[in-house]
């Protein structure tokens, strides 16, 4: 996500913790060769996290395995973050669902960031991104995730996720828009900040995707337009796409349905690049808007 607003010409930060050895400096490297600030990344414990992927079709699932038990982000202690001087220079904090569910120990330093920025009026926002492999430390997200989500202003979830969270069951065999609704009134009720939910959604028919989103920003509801893709070169990343493109489009105060497009366009593209990065720009983003779906090559 700090890649593609990186290219959308916003100053981004990645916090983490990462082992003191060649791999990891690898991969701070490919963060800094897209602009993206690392500076404050603290260094320690043994090993890096890492997942691997087995891709699936029409047919089976595509499959992650997540190998993330004793990292050195699992191990993170509260001393290990600079929270103030992290975010001296900061007018927003993005953080995901993905970092409580690691550990205990990271659920609580995520706390603590989650708290400052809040305290020193930061606008706060998150991505559900509700992934059940991680959540192997003996608490369920419902126990974690609430209290954790109660300050942010933006979000970005899906319907099972909301579920999972905070108990909010929304019927499946209503119209999206009206199940998505639903979930923002009731999130609502349990996030006094919240002004912002977004949602993407994917269907198929046959082999072609179909892509889209809604928002809801200050009690309005906005979709996007939908968009067929025949082929998917990586679906993964997909999601942090769509959530940058969100947050350029609020930190450059679009029109919420300008947003929506804008958001459910970055999410399109990024499923034509190979790998966890949307490697794209704004040129990119409003020829796509403009003209779509593309075979032809630029000369």
């Keep these: 996500m700090c890649v593609l607003l990186s ?9 983490t913790r990462i082992p003191a050895n060649d791999l990891a ?16 990344c603290s260094f320690g414990g043994e090993r890096m996290g890492l997942y691997f992927v087995e891709n699936g079709n029409q047919i089976r699932q595509t499959q992650v395995i997540y190998d993330r038990s004793n990292s050195s982000f699992s191990t993170i202690q509260k001393e290990d973050v600079n929270w103030q001087k992290a975010f001296e220079q900061a007018t927003h904090f993005h953080w995901s669902g993905i970092s ?6 990271a659920a609580e330093v995520c706390k603590q960031g989650i708290l400052l920025a809040h305290q020193k009026g930061l606008v706060i926002s998150s991505d559900f991104n509700y992934r059940s492999k991680l959540w192997q430390y003996g608490k369920k997200p419902s126990e974690i995730m609430p209290e954790l989500l109660q300050f942010s202003r933006i979000i970005v979830a899906d319907l099972d996720d909301v579920e999972i969270y905070f108990g909010i069951k929304t019927d499946k065999k209503e119209k999206d828009s009206l199940r998505f609704e639903k979930a923002y009134l ?20 046959g082999l072609t995707h179909i ?16 968009h067929q ?6 679906q993964i990343g997909s999601g942090d796409a769509f959530t940058a493109g969100l ?9 919420p349905q300008e947003i929506i497009e804008w958001a459910t366009a970055c999410g399109v593209i990024k499923q034509s690049v190979p790998g966890d990065f949307a490697i794209t720009g704004i040129d990119e983003v409003k ?12 000369r």
């Design 229 to 234: 893709i025949h082929l998917v070169t990586d």
């Design 186 to 205: 009731e999130l609502k009720k349990h996030m006094p900040h919240l002004e912002t939910l977004a949602m993407s959604f994917r269907k198929s028919e």
């Design 287 to 298: 020829h796509f808007l403009k003209e779509g779906v593309s075979n032809r090559i630029g």
């Design 25 to 40: 400096t690898l991969a701070v490297n490919e963060l800094k060769k897209y602009n993206v600030n690392v500076s404050n």
């Design 7 to 15: 290219q959308l010409g916003v100053e981004t930060e990645f916090l």
């Design 211 to 226: 892509y889209s989103a809604m928002l809801m920003n200050d009690n309005v509801m906005y979709e996007s337009q939908q």
């Design 247 to 255: 947050l350029y489009g609020l930190m450059n105060n679009l029109e």
């Design 100 to 105: 409580p569910a690691i550990s205990q120990k």
